[in-house]
């Protein structure tokens, strides 16, 4: 018989242990999802922008069973200091919050979820800005209602997972990660327009390689940081008269400089990112890929100067990657630590490696 996980058998095998040592059930249901890492298209999804993110390899496993007692339980193989933090930065919150935001949301929704044991086992970094958070909730969700032998529609698991997360974990996230890991296979990429909610796949050129790297710096205000850039973004849609800042024409330059400076900086930046988001498309259409390159550094610049979301070791490695002639590289997701993602011409990288 074929193997059904072959990849990721490592995790789900963890989970299934995990939940079996912790809860003593035998016969656990699993649920899983990916991580994911954003090509380009950062700080827009809350504004109503085209993003550009692709499901990861590295994948989060979700062993759960119904709980012998009338209360949900909970163990994971994070260490504290791994976990997810509060939404004002301050004091560590357990992941569990995000597990139980997704299933009082399916309560609410009136999915008919009894008290439960679920154990989870990850290989996608915590707090590395590859959606380790999405890939538990959405992880959750899907094994909690296998466990109804229920189904849910990829839209409506993607809606649910980002309000138990507005609800129960704090953070204030658009629908990118979420959607991303709930619409696209491993290792393929989507254009989501996040005001229509539609997404279609986008193909990679074979010349082009993509690399991670993680700067390892996982700075403990980042979620206070995020909730704050939210706010200007839309303080800057209010002060000019539009619903979200993806609608604004670039055109509007002079109203933009004419707001009070900090909003002028994080309003310049949704507009020039969402027209970066739809020129990457263009170019990978066109396999021009220095063009990929330059925008992704564009979009490094502004987020690190109109949006103040960037570190100085992300900085460093961005600076690093591209003298060593990278086609580009950027911070990648909510920012304040996490990766760098890199586009490599792919004869390049098999140059380095032979
Ligand atoms: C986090 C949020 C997303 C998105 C990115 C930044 O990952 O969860 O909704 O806003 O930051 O692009």
Do not use: K
Not at 12 to 32: I, N, P
Not at 105 to 114: D, K
Not at 120 to 146: F, K, M, N, T
Request: proline share 4%; with cysteine; aromatic share 4%.
């Amino acid at each position: 018989m074929p193997r059904v996980h072959d990849v990721h058998d490592g995790c789900a095998v963890r989970a299934m242990a995990l939940h079996a040592e912790a809860f003593g059930a035998s016969h656990a249901q699993v649920g899983c999802a990916s991580g994911r890492v954003n090509l380009i298209g950062d700080h827009i999804d809350y504004a109503g922008g085209p993003v550009l993110p692709m499901a990861l390899h590295e994948q989060t496993w979700v062993a759960i069973a119904p709980a012998r007692g009338e209360v949900d339980r909970f163990t994971s193989e994070w260490r504290g200091d791994d976990q997810p933090q509060a939404a004002d930065g301050s004091d560590a919150m357990g992941w569990d919050r995000y597990a139980a935001g997704v299933l009082a949301e399916l309560r609410a929704a009136r999915r008919a979820i009894p008290p439960v044991t679920i154990a989870v086992a990850s290989d996608v970094p915590v707090g590395a800005g590859l959606s380790s958070s999405a890939a538990l909730e959405v992880a959750v969700a899907r094994a909690a209602i296998g466990l109804i032998g229920g189904t849910m529609p990829a839209r409506d698991i993607a809606l649910l997972c980002q309000r138990a997360e507005h609800m129960h974990a704090g953070t204030p996230c658009g629908i990118m990660d979420q959607w991303c890991v709930t619409h696209a296979r491993a290792g393929e990429a989507i254009l989501l327009d996040c005001a229509a909610l539609a997404s279609t796949p986008v193909a990679l050129p074979r010349g082009l390689a993509i690399d991670i790297i993680d700067s390892g710096v996982r700075h403990a205000l980042r979620d206070g940081g995020y909730a704050a850039r939210r706010a200007d973004v839309e303080a800057a849609a209010r002060l000019l008269g539009v619903a979200q800042l993806a609608d604004l024409a670039a055109a509007r330059w002079s109203e933009i400089d004419a707001l009070p400076p900090r909003l002028a900086r994080r309003a310049r930046h949704v507009v020039r990112e969402c027209a970066r988001v739809r020129a990457a498309v263009e170019a990978l259409a066109t396999e021009d890929l220095t063009r990929f390159g330059e925008l992704l550094l564009e979009s490094h610049a502004s987020l690190r100067d109109d949006f103040d979301v960037s570190t100085p070791e992300i900085d460093a490695i961005v600076e690093r990657v591209r003298g060593e002639g990278a086609l580009g590289a950027r911070m990648t997701g909510g920012g304040f630590g996490g990766c760098v993602i890199v586009a490599r011409r792919a004869d390049a990288v098999r140059g380095d490696a032979g």
